[in-house]
């Protein structure tokens, strides 16, 4: 079983920066991905950026050039830095690991509010 635990998470103005940190621990594989999604209230909860241990990356086309997904396997960290914040940003973040067999594990979330 792994866990997460994210942090980074705040209120911040539309055109500002936040960074999302997301320690992961326990039984984890060499091989597994890592990434982020988010959910607002009534929406279904969804991908925001993904990351595989080899540093094959994936975004969501709204974020795309605004976000960037990084990992440091030796620390088994995924971050999540995010500029140009919109107001359309705002949800709960959610910190994802799977590994190579399809099994995920989530992070408690961490609330991201961007005011207009």
């Known amino acids: 079983q792994v866990q997460l635990v994210e942090s980074g998470g705040g209120l911040v103005q539309a055109g500002g920066s936040l960074r999302l940190s997301c320690a992961a621990s326990?039984?984890?594989?060499?091989?597994?991905?890592m990434g982020w999604y988010r959910q607002v209230p009534g929406k279904q909860r969804e991908l925001v950026a993904a990351?595989?241990?080899?540093?094959?990356?994936n975004y969501a086309d709204s974020v795309k050039r605004r976000f960037t997904i990084s990992r440091d396997n030796a620390k088994n960290t995924v971050n999540l830095e995010m500029s140009s914040l919109k107001p359309e940003d705002t949800a709960v973040y959610y910190c994802?690991?799977?590994?190579?067999?399809?099994?995920?594990?989530w992070g408690q979330g961490t609330q991201v509010t961007v005011s207009s």
């Open positions: 994802t690991y799977t590994d190579s067999y399809g099994s995920s594990s």
């Open positions: 990351i595989n241990s080899g540093g094959n990356t």
């Open positions: 326990g039984s984890i594989f060499s091989i597994n991905a």
